[in-house]
Structures are given as structure tokens and as C-alpha cells.
């Protein structure tokens, strides 16, 4: 993801003087060719992400189109009243881009799993939120939330899922549809929709046609899809490498409610309220935390 | 070139202004806001570009206030300034109003920014200053921070950043009024020595009193540019200025002035109208 982002990051910066990259001193062998072709758009800030996000802001406040970079929770928690006060009050256009969502830096420990940055922005008003779900998307996500302007926030994965066979055009807040059921729908959130697909071929073996949308994009949420699926399938399972509390589940759980449409099954896949202390890999990490294809199937086959 | 007599005046206008502020609102920080009235009255009067007619003008000097619990004195400079009418104070702190206790841009035309937590305004004008490297712009940029407010790490990270990106057009004002929430700066976490702290970290450093108005206007009018460093002018300053029962007494950060309180402060600013 994290390529397909730099590639549509630096078409964009091509035609565009106002567009600004900064780091927080984060992305070694990655943004050395951007840095020499793009002199005065790339300033690696060193290790300090309440400057970067003051700096950006303004920066943005003069013009400038900027991209804040670092990974797991660095470029949001460290920095989070930067975001809130000077980024998102002031309508300044600044993308935060976190390399390494969930567990993609598993065995590096708890201060590198990025498992409550979602539920922590979406609290903010005037950000928008996308996690990425396939590496398509992440070049999509980049370049539309620039032209889109505002506060954005892109989470990018390690990992991620086939792209989307329909070739849907993707838009800011619209949910993708990867294969059509009634019975039950998946909604997975970021590269763990990779588990998901894998997931709902393994149940209609068992019988249970699901529906499996990937919703890349948290805030603003695509209601619309949810409502329907409420409606006219079985139920919803959320699947999120993240706390439960606050995330998709509890964002899509917010839809529902809202509207006066409660779905006949209702599960949250996530963490439940841990810090790990264990590290491994991200797929030990999912399997370990029961959010990989196997824990997917097993969970839903119980609502059945 | 600045007429003293007249930046006196719009500095007695601006006391005059926040204690009445103050007092009807019942909000705090007139200690902060009279330590500073002196700076912001050269700054607005004699030093910053600006047209109150077209607040976002390019070509305009930035400036933030990052001690934004001061925000009544630089609605009083503005009101003065042309920028909204000074009947619009009196609703300062009430319900309804969108004048806030800390300062804030959200329909105030001439605020750049909008602060009150401490150590947010130096970050965002060394993205501005560097901004106008980067579009080769005159302008400059100003923050007007407290002493206290230098605990922020935040701070220091800009420090380092606007020497290292040799930001000469980028200006910071410290009001060195030695008092922070509680105690003394010196007793609640030294700064000093405080000069030799910013000179450490790569900055020209000028140390000025920061009730004279000859001294501020120097300072500021200095383009700095022949150095290529940022600019600190730690501005000594006393804590109430100008009404002496609030002169270097910490009560005046948070208490209100009331009753007769509000008439002696009043009496005593008038006596300086020319």
C-alpha cells in the first residue's frame, strides 16, 4: 500500500507545487527519489510530530496541500491536539498518512500496533477517515483526499485485499461491494478484508451466502450501505484490526441505531479492550486475537 | 518611524478596554493581558502590515498570539485597529458571543489563529514562515508567547526547526513576566538561563524591556535577514502592568476585577490618557 500511495503521491506532486510531503523522519529507501525531484515540496521535520502537524497547518494555512507521514500512532496520538486545534479547527488541507495499521508492525510491540487510532479520530469532527482496503485503493484514497481538501486521515496497511473485481470507481465516503449474499454481511475495514474474502468462500461451503463489503472509508461513513444491508440481509458482522470500542463495529452500530433499523444478527470481530503485550507477526497476531479466516468462519457459523 | 505619544495611548486603550472586558465578563487572565498591552499597542500601531478593510491581504505580516488566554487584549488591539467595532468588546466571555475567553479566528476578521492551549503557535507560524521562504514572499511572521508556555516541548520543537530552516523572517516575542499559573517561572521549572537556551538552539536573541515602546519598535523593526536566523526578543515585562494592585501579583491571572476593584483599575489607566 504504502508504494501505491507514493506513486500517486508523486504524480500529484508532479503537477502540483502545492503539494508538500512531510516526515517525521520515518521512511528510509522509500521517499529519497521524491526528496530530489521535488525540492521544496519534501522536508523531513526529524523526530518531532507536534511540529510537524503545527508546521503543516501552517503551511496549509498559506496554500500548501500537505501530507503528513510517520507510522503506527506517531503522526496521530502523539500529536492529537495538534490535529484537533490547529488542523481541524482551522479547515487547514492536511492528509496524516500512518504506515502500519493494526498489527502490520506486530512483532515491534504495543507502542507500534495502531489499534485505537480509528476510534480516537473519528471523534474528531471535520476529518475524514480511510483505511484502505486493497493497494488500488491506497493510491485512490491519497489522491482524492488532497483534491477533496480538508483533514484527511489515511491509514495504510501491511497487507490488503485483492482489488475489487467490478472495478467500482472509488469515492471519498462510498463503501465497495465484493460479492454479492443475503444471508449474513461482512464488513471488514483495511487490509484484514483479505480474511474476510477469504472467509465468506470458506462459508458458502457451509451454506451461509455472504455479502462482503469493504469500507475503506470510516468517516463519513457510507450509511446508505449500511442501512440496506441491515434490511435486506441476515445480520452484520464488522471485522476491524482494532478495539472494538469505537471502531467500525461501533460506528456501524451508530448507523443502525440511528436509523431505527436493528439487522436480525449484530457480531463485532476486533480486540477486546488489550494492549498486547505478545508480539508476532500480523497474521499470528490476527489468528492469535481471532480475527484471521478461520476465527471469521467459526464466529459466523455461531450466528447460525 | 513609531510617535510614541500615540502607541502609549493605544496601549492605555487596550488596558482600558480588556479590564472593562474582564470585568464584565467575570473572565480571567487580566494580568496576562496588561503585560502584553505595551507589545501588541507597537505591533498593531507601528510595526505589523496589515489593511483592516482586507484582513487576508498577501502581503500582510502574520501574527499569532500562542498565549491565546490573553485573546481580550488582541481583540481590543484589533477593535482599535479598525477591525470591528468597539461597541462588539462588550460581549466579550457572554453567552452568545464568539468573542472566547482564549482567542479565536471563527468570525473575527485580523486573528490568524486560534489558540489556548499553550505551545500550538509557534509550530504553525514557523509552517507559515516557512511557507514564505518557499513562495519567496516579504511578509513576516510574529508570535507573542508567555514565558510559562516555554514548558511545552512543542515549543522547542520549532525552536530547532525555524533555526535549522534558517527562518529570518519569522519573529518570536516572549513576555517575560517571570509568573506563571502558581509561582514563579524560576521556582515552578527554571528557564533560565533563558537567553542562552534560545542563543543554544541557533536563534538571535535580543533581550528588551517590554514596556518601551521605543525599544519595541526597534527590535521588531530589525529585517534580521543579514543573520538568516530566526529572531527571540525576550521582552521583560511586569505581570498587570499599569494598575498597581495587579502589578506582579498571580491572584491577577485568574480573579476578575469588580466593584471597586474595576473603578480603581479604571481610575488609575485613565490618569496615563494623554
Known amino acids: 500500500m504504502r508504494d501505491a500511495f507514493l506513486n500517486a503521491l508523486t504524480s500529484l506532486a508532479e503537477s502540483d507545487k502545492d503539494v508538500v510531503l512531510l516526515t517525521g523522519d520515518l521512511g528510509y529507501g522509500v521517499f529519497e527519489e521524491f526528496e530530489s525531484r521535488f525540492p521544496g515540496q519534501y522536508f523531513n521535520v526529524g523526530v518531532a510530530e507536534q511540529n510537524m502537524t503545527g508546521v503543516a497547518t501552517g503551511l496549509s494555512l498559506e496554500g500548501k496541500k500537505v501530507v503528513t507521514y510517520s507510522i503506527g500512532n506517531f503522526p496521530t496520538l502523539r500529536c492529537l491536539e495538534q490535529i484537533r486545534n490547529d488542523a481541524c ?29 480509528l476510534a480516537i479520530l473519528r471523534s474528531l469532527p471535520n476529518i475524514s477517515i480511510v483505511a484502505p482496503c486493497t493497494v488500488k485503493e491506497a493510491g485512490e484514497a491519497i489522491s482524492a483526499m488532497i483534491k477533496c481538501g480538508g483533514v484527511g486521515y489515511l491509514r495504510l496497511d501491511k497487507t490488503a485485499a485483492e ?29 484484514i478484508l483479505d480474511e474476510v474474502n477469504i472467509a465468506s468462500i470458506e462459508l458458502k461451503r457451509h451454506g451461509i451466502d455472504a455479502r462482503v463489503i469493504g469500507l475503506h472509508t470510516l468517516k463519513p461513513i457510507d450509511k446508505d450501505e449500511i442501512i440496506d444491508a441491515a434490511c435486506n440481509t441476515g445480520g452484520i458482522v464488522t471485522i476491524e484490526e482494532h478495539n472494538k470500542d469505537g471502531g467500525l463495529g461501533s460506528a456501524i452500530s ?51 | 518611524m513609531i510617535k510614541i505619544d500615540k502607541s502609549k495611548q493605544l496601549a492605555n486603550n487596550i488596558r482600558k478596554h480588556a479590564v472593562t472586558m474582564t470585568s464584565l465578563g467575570g473572565s480571567s487572565h487580566i494580568g496576562s493581558i496588561l503585560s502584553i498591552s505595551d507589545i501588541l499597542a507597537v505591533l498593531y500601531g507601528s510595526i505589523l502590515k496589515y489593511k483592516s478593510s482586507n484582513p487576508k491581504w498577501m502581503e500582510r505580516d502574520r501574527f499569532i498570539l500562542s498565549k491565546g488566554h490573553a485573546g481580550a487584549g488582541v481583540y481590543a488591539a ?71 508556555e516555554c514548558d511545552e516541548g512543542s515549543n522547542w520543537e520549532a525552536i530547532l526547526f525555524a533555526a535549522h530552516h534558517k527562518l529570518n523572517n519569522l519573529v518570536v516575542i516572549v513576555d517575560r513576566n517571570m509568573l506563571q499559573s502558581i509561582h514563579s517561572t524560576e521556582d515552578t521549572l527554571a528557564l533560565e538561563p533563558f537567553a542562552d537556551k534560545w542563543k543554544a538552539f541557533g536563534w538571535n536573541v535580543v533581550e528588551i524591556n517590554g514596556h518601551s515602546h521605543s525599544e519595541i519598535f526597534n527590535v521588531c523593526s530589525n529585517q534580521n535577514k543579514p543573520l538568516e536566523k530566526p529572531l527571540c526578543v525576550i521582552a521583560n515585562t511586569i505581570k498587570g502592568k499599569n494598575v498597581s494592585f495587579m502589578e506582579n501579583n498571580v491572584l491577577w491571572h485568574y480573579r476578575s476585577p469588580q466593584g471597586d476593584e474595576y473603578d480603581a483599575a479604571i481610575s488609575e489607566l485613565e490618569k496615563n490618557d494623554a
Open chain 1, 163 to 191: 482489488d475489487d473485481i467490478y472495478k467500482q470507481s472509488f469515492t471519498i465516503g462510498k463503501s465497495r461491494r465484493y460479492k454479492e449474499g443475503n444471508d449474513i454481511t461482512l464488513i471488514a475495514i483495511g487490509g
Open chain 2, 78 to 148: 484589533l477593535a482599535e485597529s479598525g477591525f470591528m467595532s468597539v461597541e462588539k468588546l462588550r460581549t466579550h466571555y457572554q453567552d452568545g458571543s464568539d468573542l472566547s475567553g482564549h482567542v479565536s479566528h471563527k468570525g473575527i476578521p485580523g486573528v490568524e489563529f486560534s489558540t489556548g492551549s499553550l505551545g500550538h503557535g509557534l509550530p504553525v507560524a514557523t509552517g507559515m514562515a516557512l511557507a514564505a521562504k518557499i513562495n519567496k514572499n516579504e511578509h513576516r511572521i510574529f508570535v507573542l508567547m508567555s514565558d510559562g
Open chain 1, 254 to 304: 451508530e448507523v443502525c441505531m440511528d436509523h431505527g433499523t436493528l439487522p436480525r444478527k449484530f457480531l463485532r470481530i476486533g480486540l477486546d479492550n488489550i494492549y498486547s503485550s505478545i508480539v508476532g507477526s500480523q497474521q499470528y497476531l490476527r489468528s492469535r486475537y481471532e480475527m484471521d479466516s478461520k476465527a471469521i468462519i467459526t464466529k459466523v457459523r455461531g450466528l447460525f
Open chain 1, 89 to 117: 479547527y482551522h479547515d487547514a488541507n492536511i492528509t496524516i498518512v500512518a504506515s502500519g495499521g493494526g498489527f502490520s508492525y506486530g512483532s515491534l510491540g504495543m507502542s507500534h500496533h495502531a489499534t485505537e487510532d
